[in-house]
C-alpha cells in the first residue's frame, strides 16, 4: 500500500530533479574524457547520472551547507568517474573484489632459489 507521504515525496523528488535536468549534459560536456572512457552511449551515461541524481535529491541534507545543485553536481561526478574506472582495461581485470594481489620480480624467485621454467 502506497501512502500519501511517499506519493508526496516521489512526486516532490521528481519535481526536483526536472528543475535540474540540464546538469548531466553540462558534466558530460565537460568531462568527455570520462564520458568517452565508459564506452557506454552518451544517452546511457545520461541516464546513470540522472539515476544517481534522483538518489543523491533523496540523500539530500540542506543543513550540511552546500545547495542542492552541488549536491547533485557532486554525486553525479562521482558516478561517472565510477562508470569510466569500471569500463577500464588497465590493470589486472576479472580479480575477484577482495583477493589480494601481490606481485614479485622473476629475478627475485630466481635469486632466492625458486626455479621457473621459462
Same mark, same amino acid.
Not at 545543485?69 to 569500471?86: E, G, Q, V, Y
Given at each position: 500500500m502506497i501512502t500519501i507521504e511517499k506519493t508526496y515525496r516521489e512526486t516532490r523528488r521528481n519535481e526536483l530533479l526536472e528543475k535540474y535536468m540540464d546538469l548531466p549534459g553540462y558534466i558530460i560536456r565537460d568531462n568527455w574524457p570520462l564520458v568517452a572512457a565508459t564506452r557506454m552511449e552518451v544517452e546511457d551515461v545520461k541516464q546513470e /547520472?540522472? %539515476?544517481?541524481?534522483?538518489?543523491?535529491?533523496?540523500?539530500?541534507?540542506?543543513?550540511?551547507?552546500?545547495?542542492?545543485? #552541488? *549536491? /547533485?553536481? %557532486?554525486?553525479?561526478?562521482?558516478?561517472?568517474?565510477?562508470?569510466?574506472?569500471?569500463?577500464?582495461?588497465?590493470?589486472? #581485470? *576479472?580479480?575477484p573484489q577482495g583477493v589480494r594481489v601481490t606481485f614479485c620480480s622473476l629475478d627475485v624467485l630466481r635469486e632466492n632459489g625458486f626455479e621457473i621454467e621459462e
Open positions: /547520472l540522472l %539515476i544517481r541524481g534522483m538518489q543523491a535529491i533523496e540523500t539530500y541534507n540542506p543543513s550540511a551547507g552546500a545547495s542542492l545543485r #552541488t *549536491h /547533485l553536481n %557532486i554525486a553525479m561526478k562521482f558516478t561517472l568517474m565510477k562508470l569510466a574506472k569500471r569500463s577500464s582495461d588497465r590493470g589486472m #581485470t *576479472h580479480v
